[in-house]
């Protein structure tokens, strides 16, 4: 058996930062975190592309002493904890004494520091498995730590690395989690010597939100009914109409330290149940504090996910003042309002900020709303050419239909006399006959609930989910208009409407670069933003497809936004079909809507010519089926 040795602690350090540090953003969390520790009330970070190149944090706070500034590079060096005890009473960030040595080991990282009362200060180099001597040298009172070639000696991890917009964007993310419960430090953010973050020191968790995020965002949010319980739950949520595509928008902090648990989350899930369609998220800052000893922080490396002694009393809790503070709030969307009850809510809102401004917009959105309410669209909202099926072998399109796909719902040329009655109603005296005129009859199909669309097929009828159809069938006629027929590659472009008065949504600095880098991939969807302010971008071309079927842009972009931040792929054909879906969802007729036989029959047409007509692009069947078979069982007729 080989011999057991003690590693040497460069090796260690090593090892150690292989869990604690896995990208750029976990070395500027880990510096962040003890620039808080230090007291500072400013922190200045910069970063060169995108942290591989350069990490630089300088803060204000207590900086070291030459002895301590010798130690804080050591392996479990640390002088926040100093025995088992404090394990379980833990309050500063940091307490593991393991960041700085292990980001020692894995790059060239430099600290110079200088404590407010010293004359002088002192620095330190290190680099992979050496060390060198503290130096006395000129500081400002506070810290600065460098870190240079981040994984130079490591090139698996190296290797993992993404793009500069992808480690810069979770660099971003590391750095608003650490601003949003620490609003009375500021900070500052630089990207390549760019400023992409400027937050002032602030009284409030509510200010600090709105820097980051922006008014829109921050002036729907409800605040949590403070309860004074075993468990402390405070914060914002949004409300159900300020609900987005993906949860980046959530947000929990136990006792100041933003956490990741599927407790909380499932907790939030569960008071919006009912409020928002199921694939949204809300938009929710929940601050959870309680004793530390009933809770275990030191179960992963980077202290992400915790343990709770009693889960169920914290869900519990949590749920109670979610659903109080959401019963308690004004529900009902602002844009459905009457014009009476808008004008209470502009009122109600206008004590918040800039009274005037939001009053104009408000009764400038009321007047449009009423506008186009007053002038009801003549036309359908929604038609399909009738185009021939398309045929592989020429032959008439009636037949090569059928052939394809019997159980799709069928518009009747020529139906059997029997089914020409429409379902569900009496059977007129003459409707045996054959119709007299060669034109196609209305199809016998009735829309119930206004959701489910009945017809009669070849041996039996069809339900249809007047959606889940209309979903695909919008997906299918973009795919093709975007690749081609049978994606033959012809690259086109949905087409597009400029705007008239361009609509701003709030954004963050890394959701302006994810837009920078998608550029052209919008485009192609008929999607134009442009800057239009440091956290501001305004929609200036939006696809046509979705401006005719009514679909906000505003919020379009922002589900956009999401979707491109949220996607795990970087295959552009692969993120162009998850917008497209989008698209195709956002522009369907919804469930609820009810449909003219107009459009009823325009989409029964639109299913004829459709591939793939019996699921939605999501995977959901579109349509059911009863045989008459089926039917004569059920109704005991064999
Ligand atoms: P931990 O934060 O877990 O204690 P670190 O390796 O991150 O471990 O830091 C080691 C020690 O170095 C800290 O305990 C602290 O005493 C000192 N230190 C690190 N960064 C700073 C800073 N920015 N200002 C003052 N002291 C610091
Ligand atoms: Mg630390």
């Known amino acids: 058996m080989a011999e057991i040795r003690v590693l040497p602690t460069h090796l260690v350090n090593k090892i150690a930062a292989g869990e604690v540090v896995e990208r750029p953003a976990s070395v500027v969390k880990e510096l962040i975190e003890n ?31 030459a002895e301590d500034l010798a130690l804080a590079l050591a392996s479990h060096a640390t002088s926040k904890l100093t025995s088992v005890d404090d394990l379980l009473g833990i309050s500063t960030m940091g307490f593991r004494g393991e960041a700085l040595a292990s980001v020692g080991s894995i790059s060239h990282a430099h600290i110079r520091t200088r404590r407010r009362d010293d004359d002088g200060g002192c620095e330190v180099s290190a680099s992979g498995d050496t060390i060198e001597a503290v130096r006395p040298c000129a500081a400002a009172p506070g810290t600065t730590v460098t870190v240079r070639d981040l994984f130079f000696n490591t090139p698996a991890r190296r290797k993992f690395l993404r793009t500069v917009n992808t480690e810069m964007g979770h660099v971003t993310e590391r750095l608003i989690r650490l601003a949003i419960p620490h609003p009375t430090v500021a900070f500052t953010l630089r990207h390549n010597g760019r400023e992409v973050q400027n937050l002032p020191a602030v009284e409030t968790t509510g200010a600090r939100i709105r820097d980051l995020f922006g008014d829109k965002l921050s002036e729907g949010l409800l605040p949590i009914a403070p309860r004074e319980r075993e468990v402390g739950v405070a914060g914002l949520i949004g409300r159900p109409e300020a609900a987005r595509g993906s949860g980046k928008w959530e947000y929990f902090f136990l006792n100041g330290r933003y956490i990741r648990d599927r407790l909380i989350a499932h907790a939030l899930r569960e008071a919006y149940r009912g409020l928002i369609d199921p694939g949204q998220f809300p938009v929710a800052f929940i601050f959870i504090e309680m004793d530390p000893e009933e809770v275990d922080v030191n179960v992963h490396p980077t202290k992400i996910e915790v343990r709770f002694r009693n889960g169920q009393l914290v869900h519990g809790e949590l749920l109670a003042a979610l659903k109080d503070t959401l019963n308690k709030a004004n529900l009902v969307p602002r844009a459905s309002l009457g014009t009476e009850a808008s004008g209470r809510t502009v009122s109600a809102d206008a004590s918040e900020s800039d009274p005037a401004g939001e009053q104009r917009r408000d009764s400038l959105r009321q007047a449009l709303a009423d506008f186009f309410k007053a002038t009801p669209p003549t036309q359908p ?38 089914f020409t009655a429409p379902v569900g109603e009496p059977a007129p005296a003459g409707a045996r006959l054959e119709p007299p005129s060669p034109s196609p009859s209305p199809p016998p199909a009735i829309q119930i609930h206004d959701s489910y669309i009945v017809t009669a097929c070849e041996d039996g009828l069809v339900i249809i989910d007047q959606h889940a159809l209309h979903e695909r069938v919008l997906y ?49 969807l008929g999607i134009e933003v442009a800057a239009f302010g440091p956290t501001t971008v305004a929609v200036q071309q939006f696809p046509s497809i979705l401006a005719e079927h009514g679909v906000p842009p505003g919020r379009f972009i922002r589900e956009t936004i999401d979707k491109l931040s949220e996607d795990a792929t970087t295959d552009p054909e692969r993120v162009l079909e998850d917008l497209l879906e989008m698209m195709a969802c956002r522009a369907a007729v919804k469930a609820g809507d009810a449909l003219s036989p107009e459009e009823i029959e325009s989409l029964l047409r639109g299913s004829e010519t459709t591939e793939k007509a019996s699921s939605c692009p999501h995977g959901r069947p579109t349509t059911l089926k009863l045989t008459l078979r089926e039917l004569e069982k059920q109704f005991k007729r064999t």
């Open 35 to 65: 620039a808080i520790d230090a007291g500072a009330t400013r922190i200045d970070v910069s970063v060169e592309d995108g942290g591989r190149k350069l990490i630089a944090v300088t803060d204000d706070g207590c900086g070291m002493s």
């Open 381 to 418: 909202r929604f038609s399909f050419p009738e185009r021939p099926a398309r045929t592989h072998h020429g032959e008439p399109p009636e037949r090569a239909r059928s052939a394809r796909d019997d159980d799709r719902p069928r518009v009747p040329q020529a139906p059997p006399s029997r």
């Open 476 to 524: 299918n006629e973009l795919k093709e208009r975007l690749t081609g027929p049978e994606g033959t590659g012809a690259g086109g472009r949905l087409t597009a409407q400029r705007m008239l008065i361009p609509e701003t949504i709030e954004v963050t600095a890394a959701e302006t670069s994810l837009l920078e880098s998608n550029v052209e991939l919008l485009s192609r």
